[in-house]
Each structure stands twice: as C-alpha cells, then as structure tokens.
C-alpha cells in the first residue's frame, strides 16, 4: 500500500480543528500520515488574550512568577495535551514557503518536506500599514507575548507617573488604543478595570487617568447590529472610556501620538498605544507560489476551501478568502468549521471520497466588556450584562471539551477562569 502525506500549517483554531477531525476520518488509513506543523508549541486561544494583557493577582507574587502562571495557566494549551493518543504528529518549525506545483514546503530546521495535500491555517498577524512609529513605539497585541509585554508596560507606566514631575503625568496616565473593533473595545474596558485595582497601589487618583479609543471610520464595531454599538458606546461612556471617531493615527513619536480628524491635526502625549487596528495574513502567503491571493493577501479559495483546479491545497479561517461569498469576518468559530471541512475534503482527495462544501452560517457574538458583563448577538436577540457574559465561558467550556480530555478540560477552564476573572 503506498504512503501519503497530509500536512497541515497552523496550529490555530483552524489547523486543531483539522488535525482532529483528521485523526477522525482517517483512523483506519494507516497508509496516511498527517502532520501538524507550528512554531510554538502551544494551541493560544486568542478569545481571553485581553484577559492576560490586565490580569490582577491579588496575592503578592513577583512579576516573573505572574507571568509563568499566566503563560502556562490560562491561554496557551500545549499541543502535545491536545494531540496525547491521536495519530497526528506534530513538527515544531516555522513555515518559510510552500511551492503547491512542486507539492513541498519549506521549512526553517527542517528543510523542505513533501505533502499530497496541504491545509493552509496560518493565521494572520498585525497590520501597522506603514504608519510611522507604531513598529517602533506601539505594543500589537496578537500573541501571549504580546499581552504580558502590555501587562508589564500598563504597571511600569504607574510607577513612572508616581515618581515623575506633575507636567510629565499625563504621558505615563493617558492609554490609547488604536481601532476600535472587537479587541479594542474589549480591552479597553478590561485596562480601566486594571488601572481601577493598581492604582491605589501607586498612590494615583484613578481620575488623573484617561483611556481613550481612536477609531479612523465612523463607528466603533462597524458591520456589527447597530443596538450592539449603541450598548456597547453606553458601557464605555460609563466606564469614563472615551470614543474618538473618524480620527486617524498619523505618526507615534516616543512619547507622543499624532492623529488627524477632517482637517484638525492633534497631538496627544502617552506612551502608550496599543494598535488593534489591523490584520494581514501571516507574511509568509506571499512568499508561496502557486497559489492566487486576493489585494489583502488571502489565499483565494472555492466552495471546498480548495486553492487549485488539483484539489490537493486548502487554505482556511484568516488565510482564506472564499469565492462567491461576501466578507466575512474572520472569527475562531469560522475557522473551526473550514478546518472540518478542508479535513474532510484532503482526505477524500486521498481516497476518492465525496468533496464537501462550505455555507455560510449566522455567528454568535459576544463582546465582553469588563467585569463580569458582556454584550452578545445571537440570532435575531441582543442581550447584555452578566448572562452573556456566562455565555461566552461557556462557549470557551464547550472548546476546550471539543479539544481536551473531558477531565483535563474542566481542570484547565476552572483554573483559568480563577486567574483571569480575579480582577473582575
Ligand atoms: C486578541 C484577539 C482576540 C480575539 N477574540 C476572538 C473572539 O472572541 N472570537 C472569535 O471568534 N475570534 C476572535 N479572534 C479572532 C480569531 O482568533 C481568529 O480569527 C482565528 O484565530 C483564526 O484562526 P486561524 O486558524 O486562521 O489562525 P490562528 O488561530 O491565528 O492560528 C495560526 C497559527 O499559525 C502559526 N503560525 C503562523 N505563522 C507561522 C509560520 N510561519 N510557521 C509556523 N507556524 C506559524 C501560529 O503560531 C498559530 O498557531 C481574536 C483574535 C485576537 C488577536
């Protein structure tokens, strides 16, 4: 019987949710061996990132300690736990290119290793589109390191503006958060609820503190229902967080950020921004050949998230851009559902099996928004407060059961839970 090789790129939400349904599918084909390659070696659930970058110990442990905990307790799950009895192996590499006409990618340790087919799940990464000084100045906040580098500057910031002259204050106490889409308008209510614990801490007046959202188009969560944003607008004007719209961030010096509304420049002194503002497909998409990518650098894709006429490469959840339906905004329960699919869809290639296709189907959103309150959209209904917030664990519960041991699923959601919401 001759061997075949499945790879898979990526494991996010989209590349887990194949390598599982992989092992599935293809349990009894030893013939076929599936491979799940990543650079880390931990599944980051991206959904309680913000919780990371403003968690509150309310025990006095060092930062160093705080960290470890954080990192290893709450959003990275090791692939290893995840993979523990399955037939997928897993490669700890970074992708560095893919040639789907010579059917091989390229990797950094590695070298190049061959596939017959080939999912694409490697996610995106932030989007600075040239402006000056966010590279330089301004903290991204995509991955683990991202969020505790924030958590570390949040803190230093009080401690600075404790012991600084009164006129240099405003630096260290005013946070912008550049975009407001969904991770901006959760995190920022999540920095108040931080700044709110520490501060006293530092001997601050939490009133001396602004938080402040610039948002360049003309509302905050654009596309979403419009009751979502006006109840989202009203927990941030109670919050004290304020709202600048179709204001753009034009430059960040070291210790200043400079935006334009209409025609009106304005320099805003802080030293801290964090740009929520955009995503662009992982960088290495555009060192691959052939493929077709769409101007945003998606990989383009038909009905079977299949990328070529040969059926043999799939591109999923932020990577892909499916043909003939509209935008869709990139989210972890689309990728979850492409991964099925472009799984289902390699192994059938394999085995001459019935290809399936992708629908469209209505997503449930939940915008947490400090504390223990959320707004969430569900169907037609749009409800606030603590029980959609108890929604969104929940939807974290169900994931973690969908990916871990039943066991090790409650034991890893209640120690995170107990972590995160300690400064709710
Ligand atoms: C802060 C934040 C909060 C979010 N909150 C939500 C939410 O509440 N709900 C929701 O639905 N969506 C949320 N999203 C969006 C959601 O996380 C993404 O749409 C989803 O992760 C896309 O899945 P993916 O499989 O395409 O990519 P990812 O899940 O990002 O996975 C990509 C994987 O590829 C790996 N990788 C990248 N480049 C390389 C390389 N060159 N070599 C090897 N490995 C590589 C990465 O390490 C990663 O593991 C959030 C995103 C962020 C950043």
Redesign the pocket.
């Known amino acids: 019987m001759s061997s075949s090789r499945i790879l898979i790129?990526?494991?996010?939400?989209?590349?887990?949710?194949a390598a599982l349904t992989l092992d599935r599918v293809a349990k009894r084909h030893p013939e076929i061996e599936v491979v799940l390659?990543?650079?880390?070696d931990f599944?980051?659930v991206?959904?309680d990132?913000?919780e990371v970058g403003t968690a509150f110990f309310r025990e006095h442990i060092d930062q160093a300690e705080r960290f470890r905990i954080l990192k290893q307790k709450t959003v990275c799950i090791p692939i290893a736990r995840i993979l523990h009895g399955k037939r997928v192996h897993f490669l700890k590499?970074?992708?560095?290119g893919t040639d789907a006409n010579t059917r091989v990618v390229e990797l950094k340790d590695h070298g190049r290793v061959a596939f017959d087919a080939l999912i694409i799940?490697?996610?995106?990464?932030a989007n600075d589109f040239g402006i000056p000084g966010i590279r330089e100045y301004g903290f991204t906040?995509?991955t683990i390191d991202d969020a505790l580098n924030l958590r570390a500057h949040i803190q230093n910031q009080l401690a600075w503006a404790k012991t600084c002259a009164v006129n240099e204050r405003d630096c260290h106490l005013r946070f912008l958060i550049g975009g407001g889409g969904?991770?901006g308008v959760?995190?920022a209510p999540e920095i108040h609820r931080l700044l709110r614990h520490l501060a006293p801490l530092y001997d601050i007046d939490p009133s001396q503190i602004e938080i402040r959202i610039i948002e360049a188009g003309p509302d905050i969560l654009l596309g979403i229902d419009p009751s979502v944003t006006r109840i989202a607008h009203s927990r941030l004007k109670k919050l004290g967080i304020h709202v600048a719209l179709n204001t753009k961030i034009t430059e960040e010096r070291l210790k200043e950020v400079r935006t334009l509304q209409g025609e009106e420049a304005n320099t805003l002194v802080s030293q801290t921004l964090i740009w929520?503002a955009g995503?662009r497909p992982?960088s290495?998409l555009s060192r691959s050949h052939g493929l077709t990518l769409d101007k945003g650098g998606r990989v383009v894709v038909d009905s079977s998230l299949s990328a070529r006429a040969d059926g043999r490469v799939f591109a999923?959840?932020?990577?892909a851009v499916v043909e003939g339906v509209g935008k869709i905004a990139?989210?972890?329960?689309?990728?979850i559902e492409q991964?099925k699919i472009a799984a289902h869809n390699a192994f059938a290639k394999l085995t001459d099996g019935k290809v399936r296709h992708f629908h469209v189907s209505p997503?449930i959103?939940?915008v947490p928004m400090g504390g223990k309150w959320a707004v969430a959209k569900v169907g037609k209904f749009v409800f606030a407060g603590y029980f959609a917030w108890f929604m969104?664990r929940m939807i974290e519960f169900h994931y973690f059961v969908s990916i871990l041991p039943f066991f090790e699923a409650c034991r890893r959601f209640f120690v995170e839970s107990r972590i995160v919401t300690q400064n709710d």
């Open positions: 790129l990526g494991a996010g939400f989209g590349g887990v949710s390659i990543d650079e880390h599944h980051q991206n959904a990132l913000y590499d970074t992708v560095t799940a490697l996610g995106s990464e906040f995509k969904f991770t959760e995190l929520t995503v992982a290495v999923i959840g932020d990577n990139a989210s972890a329960y689309g990728a991964g997503t959103f939940v969104k």
